[in-house]
């Protein structure tokens, strides 16, 4: 299995991710807000939105990386494909990556289809 992420996993297209917000189909963390979408590619994208009230550049810089590293090393969760837009909030740029994975996987648990409904004994789950 491939560890990075690819172009084709990021959403970059500016009417891609309005069209991820006007579905409204979203799920809330403690760290984020998620929308997502079915998509018919078989393999799951994601794209991080983050505003100026998180903070200068960097910290936003790092945030996004911290999402990214989260959605890489658990996009093999995601057995039919979904596109997924993060929205981090505020608090989110002190936070540790092992608090913003743990949020992410009890945020996407019920997006998980599997065929036996195990979580592949993932340590946060």
Excluded: W
């Excluded at 403690?30 to 100026?52: C, E, H, Q, V, W």
């Excluded at 057995?79 to 996407?108: A, H, M, R, T």
């Amino acid at each position: 299995m491939n560890q990075k992420i690819l172009k084709k996993e990021r959403i970059r297209k500016k009417e891609e991710i309005k069209s991820i917000l006007n579905k409204k189909r979203t799920r809330e963390g403690i760290n984020f807000r998620l929308y997502f979408s079915p998509n018919d590619l078989g393999f799951s994208r994601m794209a991080i939105l983050t505003g100026k009230k998180i903070g200068k550049a960097t910290k936003r810089n790092r945030v996004k990386r911290l999402f990214r590293e989260a959605f890489r090393k658990n996009k093999y969760l995601f057995k039919d494909g979904l596109d997924i837009l993060i929205i981090p909030k505020n608090s989110v740029s002190e936070k540790k990556y092992q608090e913003i994975e743990k949020d992410f996987i009890e945020v996407i648990k019920p997006l998980i289809r599997n065929s036996n409904n195990s979580l592949l004994n993932h340590p946060y789950c």
